[in-house]
């Protein structure tokens, strides 16, 4: 049977990038982040890890966005990583799904507490209970019910060979299969099935595909030029990162590398850094209620958690804030599709945003270690 390959959010990365001390910066300053000391920092890290490449993002409002790669495309050659290559983000895309749903609520398509069974009411007829009950805010904290990906089967089954939102569609359809493991709210469960379902919701309240508004309402607009969803294809085999399993092996772009394209809306995407960097940059201004795709109301809420028992906030971001202000928060995700890694963060009352990014290995990797290193490093900077 062929493997399923996670849509990924370490929380254990998240803990490590968290270690620094929230009282504040070390006695001996470190150096300020420049595009010199950042190269120089992911070419000792990309060495000590032995992954192909290394690629980051950092972004300081009011200043020039920073980006370096280090490393080759391919273990084994001399086709140097660039600025211009698009790295996959994995659950990096949960976010960028989340703003699509606050978008549609500012539009009074539906609400954060609509029930599934308001939006697909044909389809709920066979569902349990808590399926029909399931809401936007449950989904987008991760504490719907749903498990993290269905039985196993569930995502095996769809085809790349059909559109997207057709296979969301006949995935819904198939939600009475699924048991709900907690009644909605009662608990935590980073669920990539609970943002597919995201997607087929924004599909049919949008009255377009999730990949359609992404482009429109996301896309386009932050002016991001360099991005794609899915695995490495023939075309892009010469001028983009090749996938790495976490021995350092190369995956050929026919290989499967990718999660199935059903899973779009929870972890396909690929972005430049630089490209990346626009889309941090747009969210530390949602998450200090500046002027964004968001009216200053939509993006402060996005940013609070209806849910205790969720570190996840309904941006999408687990939200960690320090207990001596609780003012002074920050954001983080990881991602991975087991054959590529990204580490981001957003320090709001730092006035700053970055990314780390590999092309290898998923979860405990040395692509995942080599990106929090970095991400820790770079938090201990000014």
């Known amino acids: 049977m062929p493997r399923l390959f996670l849509s990924y959010c370490s929380l254990l990365g998240l803990a490590l990038a968290a270690t620094v001390s929230e009282h504040g910066k070390s006695e001996t300053p470190k150096p300020r982040i420049t595009n010199e000391t950042l190269t120089e920092l992911l070419g000792k890290t990309r060495v000590h890890h032995d992954v192909p490449a290394l690629a980051a993002g950092f972004v300081r409002a009011?200043?020039?966005?920073?980006?370096?790669?280090?490393?080759?495309?391919?273990?084994?050659?001399?086709?140097?990583?660039?600025?211009?290559?698009?790295?996959?983000?994995?659950?990096?895309?949960?976010?960028?799904?989340?703003?699509?749903?606050?978008?549609l609520i500012e539009e009074g398509l539906l609400d954060w507490d609509t029930p599934l069974d308001k939006v697909f009411p044909d389809e709920a007829e066979k569902w349990n209970e808590e399926v029909r009950k399931i809401t936007p805010a449950h989904l987008l904290t991760h504490t719907s019910g749903l498990p993290a990906n269905g039985p196993i089967t569930s995502f095996l089954l769809f085809r790349n060979d059909a559109a997207p939102i057709d296979e969301r569609t006949r995935l819904v359809r198939t939600l009475h299969t699924i048991k709900s493991i907690t009644k909605p709210g009662e608990k935590y469960e980073y669920s990539n099935l609970g943002y597919v379902?995201?997607?087929?919701?924004?599909?049919?309240?949008?009255?377009?595909?999730?990949?359609?508004?992404?482009?429109?309402?996301?896309?386009?607009?932050?002016?991001?030029?360099a991005w794609g969803l899915g695995p490495l294809v023939d075309k892009d085999a010469d001028v983009h990162p090749w996938p790495h399993r976490a021995d350092g092996k190369p995956l050929p772009p026919k290989s499967i590398s990718d999660n199935p394209q059903v899973m779009n809306s929870a972890g396909r995407l690929r972005l430049s850094v630089t490209d990346y960097n626009r889309f941090l940059a747009e969210v530390l201004k949602q998450s200090k209620a500046q002027k964004c795709l968001l009216k200053p109301a939509t993006a402060k809420k996005l940013f609070t958690n209806p849910y205790s028992v969720s570190p996840h906030t309904l941006s999408g971001w687990v939200t960690i804030r320090k207990q001596s202000d609780a003012k002074a928060f920050f954001l983080a995700h990881d991602g991975s599709n087991s054959f590529n890694y990204c580490t981001a963060i957003v320090e709001p009352y730092k006035d700053r945003a970055f990314c780390v990014l590999t092309n290898q290995g998923g979860p405990g990797d040395a692509g995942a270690k080599a990106c929090q290193q970095v991400a820790k490093d770079l938090r201990e900077r000014e």
């Open 62 to 103: 009011g200043e020039t966005p920073l980006a370096a790669v280090v490393g080759v495309r391919k273990r084994s050659t001399d086709s140097s990583a660039t600025l211009a290559d698009k790295w996959h983000l994995g659950s990096n895309t949960k976010p960028f799904t989340a703003i699509l749903m606050a978008l």
């Open 197 to 225: 379902v995201l997607g087929a919701i924004i599909d049919k309240r949008g009255k377009k595909s999730w990949e359609e508004q992404l482009e429109q309402k996301i896309i386009k607009p932050l002016g991001i030029k």
